[in-house]
């Protein structure tokens, strides 16, 4: 199984619009191509204008057969047009192919509101970083009533990247799992052992988002 990540930067004042194809057309031709959906975001705490949504295949083949057809489907390209009558939705799109780690989870989302977070490696110790995921991190955010979702490496993408998904009843919990997770002694121990050598981060970056109202579950 591979995930594709994709995130739509509207054209200003457009978000709703984008919103509106996928709920009443977009949805419709995945299914009718059968391209699995994991869930459809807008962020709570992030950038107000940017749509981020997850799809499934079973490998690249999968992937590039199921695409081909969406985009080729007439009936799709003049619904589409329709919605783009008065310019364009989209200004940008990004999008990356993610395999899940050993040691995640099955990706599931049974919480309110999610994070996505995005872990740029240093040089040499994405192996590290995951060895202190799976044998402390996950364990730690577990106790502190933060949900473990899916981690995730890029196949098409940035060699030394670790994304994740967690899980959070609201933004309130959030706040409260962090922080006290953060002041775990068990935490801070697992840290510094694994930093001996020099950090494991180079850069971090994290949007806390919420599911649509047409996103499967």
Not at 57 to 66: P, Y
Not at 71 to 85: K, L, P, S, V
Not at 100 to 113: A, F, G, H, I, W
Not at 167 to 196: I, L, M, N
Request: hydrophobic share 35%; charged share 25%.
């Amino acid at each position: 199984m591979i995930y594709e990540n994709r995130i739509y930067t509207a054209v200003p004042g457009k978000l709703g619009a984008i919103n509106d194809r996928f709920a009443n057309i977009t949805i419709d031709y995945f299914n009718q191509y059968d391209i699995g959906m994991m869930g459809f975001w807008t962020d709570e705490i992030g950038i107000s204008n940017q749509m981020t949504y997850i799809l499934t295949f079973d490998d690249m083949g999968d992937r590039d057969k199921k695409w081909a057809a969406f985009r080729a489907d007439q009936g799709r390209i003049a619904a589409f047009a329709e919605t783009e009558a008065e310019g364009p939705l989209v200004a940008s799109v990004y999008n990356t192919i993610l395999e899940t780690t050993p040691y995640s989870p099955e990706p599931q989302l049974s919480s309110k509101v999610q994070e996505l977070r995005v872990y740029d490696a240093m040089p040499g110790k994405l192996p590290a970083l995951h060895n202190r995921f799976s044998n402390h991190t996950m364990g730690l955010f577990e106790k502190h009533g933060i949900e473990n979702v899916a981690y995730w490496t890029e196949s098409v993408g940035t060699s030394n990247r670790l994304v994740y998904m967690l899980g959070y009843d609201d933004v309130g919990a959030r706040e409260k799992g962090w922080a006290a997770f953060g002041a775990d002694p068990e935490w801070q121990k697992a840290r510094a052992k694994s930093e001996e050598d020099g950090a494991l981060v180079r850069e971090s970056r994290h949007s806390i988002m919420r599911l649509t109202p047409y996103s499967p579950r």
